[in-house]
């Protein structure tokens, strides 16, 4: 310990700040060398979701002395996580009025939503010109004043947080001319919030988890990621074109999803999870990439509208619904196109299959690949093996006429059609 004491104070805390906060604080009382020493950490992290409330008052009351004290000239990270009962938002309030204070450049906050509406912001963090991330999750009161500009944040995420009205997010963002990473969990019910607006210029991420009806608009030109998760039953969407977007990740449940294909079609790489097509007349002539879940009978068209509409394909990946059992497999069949598509003549090359059932359309599905991909190098089944009898499948499969004479068909485990053909004699 003698010879550690001896670093300079510089050391000492760049060795701290490897350690939770809780031990570096420990530290003081080794010895009056070490008594503040943790008081120049740049990095904070304070609070537990499992914090009796003996052990909350007594953080409680270290924060309140202590985090006022605090010497370092910038915060790098300032993390509190709490449970609400046992929460005083002014607190909170006064805790993040002291980090804006010291420059902080990474905020996150993470309350329990029991109680909704608790308005722990002070105006002082709308107006922190050192932000850059910010995270807020819990029943956190999004009421933005009217005075709002946060120069240097570029990651915004909200969960479960509750806005004011319709105009909060949006006076947000709006002031936010450098942000590129968005994202928004909006999976509870708000009576205050309509209307859902994000038009951010600089955006090039953005992600929404949606679970509630609302009317939205997306306005992101420089966006170059998207994911929509929704599981509302209808929605009114407007969204802008996004001509620089280069990857998708799509879960929506809703019927009507015309204006949000329409709006990607530059992607391209695309994951899709949809219970209704992609509508007629739109072109991915950039999609490189595709993947697919498998849902019942809407998958299969799906696929064909895919195919027929990626001329460029290089990778196709099916991914079976883990809700979609060998025991209970609502049968449904394999509507074949009338003509082979484009990008099975001259561009794909790379097929999987995972979570395979083995089901007749599913082997109908993944024969016809098989017989058409003129230009297919690797065929991988990933089967799910607890339902799929695995020599049934590799028989099918391998015995399978296909289109391109050096396509390798690999299996689960990587086993290859060579094993097959040795086992039964070819």
């Known amino acids: 310990m003698v010879r550690i004491s001896g670093l300079p104070d510089e050391v000492l805390v760049k060795i701290l700040s490897f350690a939770p906060t809780n031990i570096a604080v420990s530290t003081s009382i080794l010895s009056k060398r ?55 938002p002014e ?59 946060l120069p240097s944040l570029k990651t915004l995420e909200l969960t479960d947080v509750i806005f004011f009205n319709d105009a909060s997010l949006q006076r947000l963002l ?16 708000h009576d205050d919030m309509v209307k859902f607006t994000v038009i951010v210029p600089s955006l090039r991420r953005l992600s929404l988890y949606i679970g ?25 969407y407007l969204i802008e074109n996004m001509p620089k977007l280069m990857e998708a990740d799509i879960d929506v449940t809703f019927t009507d999803i015309k204006s949000l294909i329409g709006s990607i079609t530059s992607v391209k790489q695309l994951t899709i999870s949809s219970q209704v097509g992609n509508g007629d007349g739109f072109i991915f002539n950039h999609l490189e990439h595709l993947t697919i879940y498998v849902w019942k ?37 394999w509507h074949q196109p009338s003509t082979v598509p484009e990008c099975m003549l001259s561009s794909l090359q790379n097929f999987t299959w995972s979570q395979y059932l083995g089901r007749p359309q599913d082997r109908d599905m993944a024969v016809y690949i098989l017989k058409n991909a003129c230009r297919l190098r690797t065929a991988t089944i990933l089967a799910n093996t607890r ?18 004479s ?21």
């Open 34 to 88: 070490w008594e503040f020493l943790w008081m120049w950490l740049t990095k904070l992290d304070y609070g537990d979701i499992c914090y009796s409330e003996p052990e909350f008052k007594s953080l409680q009351c270290f924060l309140n002395r202590n985090l006022p004290l605090h010497r370092a000239p910038v915060i790098e990270r300032f993390r509190l996580l709490f449970m609400d009962k046992h929460l005083k």
């Open 91 to 149: 607190d909170i309030r006064m805790w993040v009025v002291i980090a804006v204070s010291r420059y902080v450049r990474k905020l996150e906050i993470y309350i329990s939503h029991h109680r909704e509406k608790q308005n722990i912001l002070p105006s002082s963090l709308y107006t922190c010109n050192s932000l850059v991330v910010l995270k807020l999750s819990g029943g956190i009161l999004l009421d933005v004043p009217r005075m709002v500009c």
């Open 174 to 189: 709006s002031n936010c001319p450098v942000l590129e990473d968005l994202v928004v969990n909006f999976f509870r019910r």
């Open 212 to 236: 509630c009806n609302c009317e939205f608009v997306i306005d992101t030109p420089s966006l170059e990621y998207f994911k929509l998760v929704d599981r509302s039953n209808s929605h009114s």
């Open 297 to 333: 009978e809407y998958s299969s068209h799906l696929l064909v509208q895919f195919l027929r509409d990626t001329p460029n394909l290089r990778e196709l990946i099916l991914i079976s619904s883990l809700t979609d059992n060998y025991e209970n497999n609502d049968m449904f069949f």
């Open 387 to 404: 339902l799929v009898p695995k020599f049934k499948m590799i028989k099918e499969l391998a015995r399978s006429s296909r289109a391109s």
């Open 406 to 426: 050096t396509c390798e068909l690999d299996f689960e485990d990587g086993s290859s059609e060579d094993v097959f053909n040795y086992i039964i004699g070819f």
